[in-house]
């Protein structure tokens, strides 16, 4: 859905799981640090919100977005995370290295999440304009963070219930 048509921090919190026991990981890029920063606090505080210890949340960094994909892949070799949370934001420029990263990053992460045993949750903004990423990470649309931290829940609680 259109995040124009959907608030990305409304939910309803009685369909989420409580994370109490689960161990988070988040994987986030340095780069538009003023934006990643952003979705990092919203993901990290509805961990928190929902059950999920501070001790039992792991913050990586990693230079940019197309580094998201080897990060989550470490920490899921490197560590018994439930699931893992790719935070990045590519902002549109004048070359076509916007689509290269874009696309070289979805795809890594989409190959990773179908590999793994645990779920890889996609939180890679890809705006045409900085106010796009603004209004997506706290801004009027919301924070894709929340919305990133309430889906690994939910996968977590998919994945235990197989």
Request: hydrophobic share 40%.
């Amino acid at each position: 859905m259109a995040s124009a048509l959907h608030n990305l921090s409304s939910y309803d919190p009685a369909t989420v799981p409580d994370g109490n026991g689960w161990q988070i990981g988040i994987v986030v890029s340095e780069w538009n640090e003023e934006v990643t920063g952003a979705l990092l606090e919203g993901a990290y505080n509805t961990l928190l919100k929902h059950g999920v210890d501070k001790d039992d949340i792991i913050v990586k960094t990693v230079p940019g977005s197309f580094e998201l994909v080897y990060g989550s892949a470490a920490m899921i070799e490197d560590t018994a995370v439930d699931a893992v949370i790719a935070i990045g934001c590519v902002i549109r420029g004048d070359t076509p290295h916007f689509d290269y990263i874009c696309q070289g990053t979805t795809q890594g992460l989409a190959e990773l999440n179908r590999q793994a045993e645990v779920p890889v949750i996609y939180g890679l903004l890809t705006c045409n304009t900085m106010q796009q990423a603004l209004d997506r990470c706290g801004g009027a649309l919301g924070n894709k963070g929340d919305e990133c931290a309430v889906t690994a829940l939910k996968m977590i609680q998919f994945r235990q219930d197989l």
